[in-house]
């Protein structure tokens, strides 16, 4: 319901579509002079200006700290701290350069999408036409105030919450509040205060458009208190869902930390027990600290979803949150609003029934232009004369205007249903203007819902005609004959009503088409009188049609494991039938409509929502309800809307995806991605990538732990045998930032594996390394380790130096990483079968990697850093031959997993 500070200033609910003009005037304590200028004043003081309260831009400070909101990156903060404490300034500055090096990433990405999508948003009805002290003036609409008496015109949008007093002809577009495609046709009559929002049609509600025709009405609500602003509340209130990733990433950092502290605690115990001091044992455990926490794996992750936002970009997804470019790929259900997502957002002439026959409207070649089938055989609009006149009369009764633009799309000023008659008559090859000049007004009789029909008197060639339009049982009542091809015969009402339900069954809008050659004029415009003795031409059907390749998205998605459900706003049967055209159900599937919903409680709903894939006539309450239900069943869910009445659901899902060219600013508000060609298809695409990301996080991952196991097994096992520590701290950072850095950097770059859109969705509840992986780092771990400990006893026993032992050490661990590389690429596939030229960065990242270290080896300053020293050619030859043994280890792995694959749909 509205909401307004009555004369009192207390707020109260108050169902204003229910009471009289007179009980709205005596609430309001106004009338048709219009409220004074000191009375204005006084009430904006009041009630304060007619305005949402807009979230302001989130600061560059609110980004920045933002990008540390991660467990992970509260590890490496800790390990920071711990390092300087024990005067490591070294090290320490290490990992503070990681972590300013992933918020400056973060940043960037989050503040370029938050810029992109402030530059969407528009300002909503700036001016409004206002009857104040009994004249009309234009005040800013944020000045209006509850008691003004506001004016309405077509094309203008509805600046506040009114409670209508009179209208002509008056057509309302509302489906960014209801998700209804049609536009409503207002009264001004009282109705029961239990009717739901989309039905009162003595309401024009702020946002909404007029579409055609002219009213006015007083002001009931304004700024928070008219529906849009409470929607917009009550999406202030709720709370942003987790997505799969920060769920995920939670679950990794808690085993990280916990493999930290134990791996810690065990070196110290052991240490301890073998007589080491506890100070040096302190080191130690530091050093494993610093091998076990991946310190480069917060700004690959970062890297890896920022390039996953660059190649949605590209496909006409803008996302906002980095987190959200992988739930995509989580998704298990999509919620998709109907109006101008799955469907076109313009109503369509589709088929007409003319002459006792029906015409399929098909598409051309030539840019606005149409063809006609007949039992699929063409048709030439000449050589059909009911066809033509039918047309012609959808052009001569409407008040609407098209323009044809260059890409052969139409310009549209004017309701959407007489629209749509003028394009279809323009891409058939009836000029409307051209029409129109030929056929002047003579006189009008205008639609009003209570007639079903409108009328319009043409002068021509001497004669006067009278063409009709309306719904097609009202126009046949003023019928006496029908026009076949051949010639008019007598009427058949029963045969032309078979052919108007044959049609709405179909989920069209049909229209009925009626004239008559009048034997003389009315004396004057105002002498005409209703219809009669007229001759019936045909029907128009039209809808909103499907979008371009979205049954096709829609099949992609389900072979993809993902259930696309519709909820609308629209009548059930319209839902029904677009439901049936894109493949998402049959002729007898389940509609659940918002009555429906209203008389279930949760645990019925929640049974319910995993059969159902068509809910219609819903409100955005119902909307949330069902998304919580989906939810509450495991479901990962995304939900798509570009109206006021989706942002709550928006929010609430585990990615809202917004409009980008017709949705609301609450929308955009309240999402998570915003698609930049409002098209269903854009989704799919993004799904594909949002799967892509989260495979190479996953790579990437599976890369740097194995290596960090590696380095964890090595120090352990040098401490049971009592041998010398192989690796220093500050070679342990080299490994997991500089040398590993460049790769782990190049697997976010890897290309999607085949088969990446058949695959079933992840759980949400899988972690971001699979079962099979952390069997597979274990094993990786393990070869590692050995060789590295064969190695580092090797150098030693040969050389006596432990600098020199503790360089092979590190060395070969440097190796072990770039053949390691290629393993990771694929977590089934084998390395020899993918192409090395697919991600070129990876080659390039391995020969750096291998010269960066090479080149520390013999370059002074790092010689003092890494306490580090040249090594032989021969124990070169040793190292490369046992870290190529990686290789053969997770080949033979996965072959022996092999059957461990998801199988493909």
Same mark, same amino acid.
């Given at each position: 319901?509205?909401?307004?500070?009555?004369m009192?200033?207390?707020?109260?609910?108050?169902?204003?579509?229910?009471?009289?003009r007179s009980?709205?005037e005596?609430?309001l304590?106004?009338?048709?002079?219009?409220? %004074?200028?000191p009375?204005?004043a006084?009430r904006?003081?009041?009630?304060?200006?007619?305005q949402l309260?807009?979230?302001?831009?989130?600061?560059?400070l609110?980004i920045l700290?933002?990008q540390?909101?991660?467990?992970l990156?509260?590890?490496l903060?800790?390990?920071?701290v711990?390092?300087?404490?024990l005067g490591e300034y070294?090290?320490?500055?290490?990992?503070a350069a990681?972590?300013l090096?992933?918020?400056v990433?973060?940043?960037t990405?989050?503040?370029?999408?938050?810029v992109?999508?402030?530059?969407?948003?528009?300002l909503v009805?700036?001016?409004a036409r206002?009857?104040?002290e009994?004249?009309e003036w234009?005040v800013?609409s944020r000045?209006l105030?509850p008691?003004?008496?506001?004016?309405?015109e077509s094309?203008?949008?509805?600046?506040?919450?009114?409670?209508l007093?009179a209208?002509?002809a008056?057509?309302?577009?509302e %489906?960014l509040l209801?998700g209804? %495609?049609?536009?409503v046709?207002?009264g001004t009559?009282?109705l029961?205060?239990?009717?739901s929002l989309?039905d009162?049609?003595?309401m024009?509600y702020?946002?909404?458009i007029?579409?055609s025709?002219?009213?006015?009405g007083?002001?009931?609500?304004?700024?928070?208190?008219?529906?849009?602003g409470?929607?917009?509340?009550?999406?202030?209130?709720?709370e942003r869902a987790?997505t799969p990733l920060q769920?995920r990433?939670?679950?990794?950092a808690?085993v990280i930390?916990?493999?930290?502290g134990?791996?810690a605690a065990?070196?110290?115990?052991?240490?301890i027990?073998?007589g080491?001091?506890?100070?040096h044992m302190f080191?130690?455990a530091?050093?494993?600290?610093?091998a076990?926490v991946p310190?480069? +794996?917060?700004?690959?992750f970062?890297i890896t979803?920022?390039l996953?936002v660059?190649?949605m970009?590209?496909?006409?997804?803008?996302?906002?949150?980095l987190?959200?470019?992988?739930t995509l790929?989580s998704?298990t259900?999509?919620?998709?609003?109907k109006?101008?997502?799955?469907?076109?957002n313009?109503m369509?002439v589709?088929?007409i029934w003319?002459?006792g026959?029906?015409?399929q409207?098909?598409?051309e070649?030539?840019?606005g232009?149409?063809?006609?089938l007949?039992d699929?055989?063409?048709?030439?609009?000449p050589?059909?004369?009911?066809?033509?006149?039918a047309?012609l009369?959808g052009v001569l009764?409407?008040?609407?205007?098209?323009s044809?633009l260059?890409?052969?799309?139409?310009e549209v000023?004017?309701?959407?249903t007489?629209?749509?008659?003028?394009?279809v008559?323009a891409r058939?090859?009836i000029?409307?203007e051209?029409?129109?000049a030929?056929y002047p007004?003579y006189?009008?009789?205008?639609f009003?819902?209570?007639r079903?029909?409108?009328?319009s008197?043409?002068?021509?060639?001497g004669?006067?005609?009278?063409?009709?339009k309306g719904a097609?049982e009202?126009?046949?009542?003023m019928?006496?004959?029908?026009?076949?091809?051949?010639a008019?015969?007598a009427?058949?009402?029963e045969?032309i009503?078979r052919?108007?339900?044959? +049609?709405?069954s179909?989920?069209?809008?049909v229209?009925g088409?009626?004239y008559?050659?009048l034997?003389?004029?009315?004396r004057?415009p105002e002498?005409?009188?209703?219809?009669?003795?007229?001759?019936?031409?045909?029907?128009?059907?039209?809808?909103d049609?499907?979008r371009?390749?979205v049954r096709?998205?829609?099949a992609?998605?389900?072979?993809?494991?993902?259930?696309?459900?519709m909820?609308t706003?629209?009548?059930?049967?319209?839902?029904?039938?677009?439901?049936?055209e894109?493949?998402l159900?049959g002729?007898?599937?389940p509609?659940?409509t918002g009555?429906?919903l209203?008389?279930m409680?949760?645990?019925t709903?929640?049974?319910?929502?995993?059969?159902?894939?068509i809910?219609?006539?819903v409100?955005p309450?119902?909307?949330?309800?069902?998304?919580?239900?989906l939810?509450?069943r495991g479901?990962v869910?995304a939900?798509?809307?570009d109206?006021?009445?989706?942002?709550p659901?928006?929010?609430?899902?585990?990615?809202?995806v917004a409009?980008?060219k017709?949705?609301?600013d609450?929308a955009?508000e309240?999402?998570?991605m915003?698609?930049a060609?409002?098209n269903?298809?854009s989704?799919y695409?993004?799904?594909e990538?949002?799967?892509?990301t989260f495979?190479n996080?996953?790579?990437?991952?599976?890369?740097?732990?194995s290596?960090?196991?590696a380095?964890i097994?090595t120090?352990l096992?040098?401490l049971v045998?009592?041998w010398?520590?192989?690796f220093l701290?500050?070679?342990?950072?080299?490994l997991?930032?500089?040398?590993n850095?460049?790769?782990?950097?190049a697997?976010a770059?890897?290309p999607?594996?085949?088969?990446?859109?058949k695959?079933p969705?992840?759980?949400?509840e899988?972690?971001?390394i699979?079962a099979?992986?952390?069997?597979?780092?274990a094993v990786?771990?393990l070869v590692?380790?050995?060789g590295?400990?064969?190695?580092?006893?090797?150098a030693l026993d040969r050389?006596?130096?432990?600098?020199q032992?503790?360089?092979v050490?590190l060395?070969t661990?440097v190796l072990?990483?770039?053949f390691?590389?290629?393993?990771?690429?694929?977590e089934?596939t084998s390395?020899?079968?993918?192409?090395p030229v697919?991600?070129?960065?990876?080659?390039?990242s391995?020969a750096?990697?291998?010269g960066v270290?090479?080149?520390a080896?013999?370059?002074p300053?790092?010689q003092?850093v890494?306490?580090v020293?040249?090594?032989?050619?021969?124990a070169?030859a040793?190292m490369?031959?046992?870290?190529?043994t990686?290789?053969v280890?997770?080949?033979?792995?996965?072959? +022996?997993?092999?059957g461990?694959?998801?199988? +493909?749909?």
């Amino acid at each position: 319901m509205a909401r307004i500070a009555d004369m009192t200033g207390q707020v109260e609910p108050s169902p204003w579509h229910a009471f009289t003009r007179s009980d709205v005037e005596a609430a309001l304590r106004t009338s048709t002079y219009g409220l %004074s200028r000191p009375e204005v004043a006084a009430r904006l003081a009041r009630y304060g200006p007619n305005q949402l309260e807009e979230a302001p831009p989130p600061s560059n400070l609110a980004i920045l700290l933002h990008q540390f909101r991660s467990p992970l990156i509260y590890i490496l903060l800790l390990a920071t701290v711990v390092t300087v404490v024990l005067g490591e300034y070294i090290d320490a500055g290490v990992i503070a350069a990681a972590l300013l090096l992933n918020a400056v990433i973060g940043f960037t990405q989050e503040r370029r999408a938050e810029v992109s999508v402030r530059a969407l948003m528009r300002l909503v009805a700036p001016h409004a036409r206002v009857i104040r002290e009994g004249r009309e003036w234009e005040v800013e609409s944020r000045e209006l105030v509850p008691g003004d008496l506001v004016l309405l015109e077509s094309g203008s949008r509805v600046p506040a919450d009114m409670r209508l007093v009179a209208t002509t002809a008056l057509r309302v577009d509302e %489906s960014l509040l209801t998700g209804e %495609s049609l536009s409503v046709t207002k009264g001004t009559g009282r109705l029961d205060a239990g009717v739901s929002l989309a039905d009162r049609t003595n309401m024009a509600y702020a946002g909404s458009i007029v579409a055609s025709g002219r009213g006015r009405g007083y002001v009931v609500a304004t700024g928070a208190d008219t529906e849009l602003g409470v929607i917009a509340a009550r999406v202030r209130g709720e709370e942003r869902a987790e997505t799969p990733l920060q769920h995920r990433m939670t679950q990794f950092a808690r085993v990280i930390g916990l493999v930290v502290g134990i791996a810690a605690a065990l070196a110290f115990s052991i240490g301890i027990v073998l007589g080491q001091s506890p100070t040096h044992m302190f080191m130690v455990a530091v050093a494993l600290a610093v091998a076990a926490v991946p310190e480069g +794996l917060p700004v690959v992750f970062t890297i890896t979803l920022a390039l996953g936002v660059r190649r949605m970009a590209r496909r006409n997804a803008i996302v906002r949150r980095l987190p959200a470019v992988e739930t995509l790929g989580s998704t298990t259900t999509i919620g998709s609003d109907k109006t101008g997502t799955l469907t076109e957002n313009r109503m369509t002439v589709q088929e007409i029934w003319a002459g006792g026959r029906t015409f399929q409207v098909v598409s051309e070649e030539r840019p606005g232009r149409a063809g006609l089938l007949a039992d699929d055989e063409a048709v030439e609009l000449p050589e059909h004369r009911p066809l033509y006149l039918a047309l012609l009369t959808g052009v001569l009764t409407n008040e609407a205007d098209i323009s044809l633009l260059e890409q052969g799309d139409f310009e549209v000023r004017g309701d959407p249903t007489e629209a749509a008659l003028l394009i279809v008559a323009a891409r058939l090859g009836i000029e409307p203007e051209e029409v129109r000049a030929a056929y002047p007004i003579y006189a009008e009789i205008p639609f009003e819902p209570e007639r079903q029909y409108s009328a319009s008197i043409r002068e021509h060639d001497g004669q006067h005609f009278l063409f009709v339009k309306g719904a097609p049982e009202r126009v046949l009542t003023m019928c006496s004959r029908m026009l076949l091809e051949e010639a008019p015969v007598a009427l058949e009402p029963e045969g032309i009503h078979r052919a108007a339900q044959d +049609l709405a069954s179909h989920g069209l809008r049909v229209l009925g088409m009626a004239y008559r050659v009048l034997p003389h004029p009315p004396r004057g415009p105002e002498d005409v009188t209703e219809p009669e003795g007229l001759t019936f031409l045909g029907l128009q059907g039209m809808m909103d049609p499907p979008r371009a390749g979205v049954r096709g998205a829609i099949a992609g998605c389900r072979e993809a494991g993902m259930r696309v459900v519709m909820i609308t706003g629209d009548h059930a049967v319209t839902a029904r039938a677009i439901g049936r055209e894109l493949g998402l159900a049959g002729d007898d599937a389940p509609v659940l409509t918002g009555a429906d919903l209203e008389r279930m409680d949760d645990p019925t709903l929640r049974q319910r929502v995993g059969d159902v894939v068509i809910y219609a006539r819903v409100a955005p309450e119902h909307k949330l309800r069902v998304v919580r239900a989906l939810q509450r069943r495991g479901e990962v869910v995304a939900v798509t809307g570009d109206g006021v009445n989706d942002a709550p659901a928006l929010k609430v899902a585990d990615i809202g995806v917004a409009m980008g060219k017709s949705g609301t600013d609450v929308a955009r508000e309240a999402a998570d991605m915003v698609l930049a060609d409002d098209n269903f298809v854009s989704i799919y695409a993004a799904v594909e990538e949002g799967r892509i990301t989260f495979d190479n996080i996953r790579k990437v991952t599976f890369f740097l732990i194995s290596t960090g196991a590696a380095a964890i097994l090595t120090i352990l096992t040098a401490l049971v045998l009592q041998w010398p520590l192989p690796f220093l701290p500050a070679q342990l950072l080299w490994l997991n930032l500089v040398t590993n850095g460049l790769q782990d950097l190049a697997l976010a770059f890897e290309p999607g594996e085949r088969g990446v859109l058949k695959r079933p969705p992840r759980s949400r509840e899988e972690g971001i390394i699979s079962a099979l992986l952390w069997e597979r780092t274990a094993v990786a771990g393990l070869v590692m380790a050995a060789g590295t400990l064969f190695l580092f006893w090797w150098a030693l026993d040969r050389t006596g130096s432990l600098t020199q032992a503790q360089t092979v050490a590190l060395t070969t661990m440097v190796l072990f990483q770039n053949f390691h590389a290629g393993n990771a690429r694929s977590e089934f596939t084998s390395v020899f079968r993918l192409s090395p030229v697919s991600n070129p960065f990876l080659f390039l990242s391995v020969a750096a990697a291998l010269g960066v270290h090479t080149a520390a080896l013999y370059l002074p300053p790092t010689q003092f850093v890494l306490r580090v020293e040249p090594i032989a050619l021969e124990a070169w030859a040793m190292m490369v031959a046992v870290a190529s043994t990686i290789v053969v280890a997770v080949e033979g792995h996965k072959l +022996l997993r092999r059957g461990r694959r998801p199988a +493909l749909r």
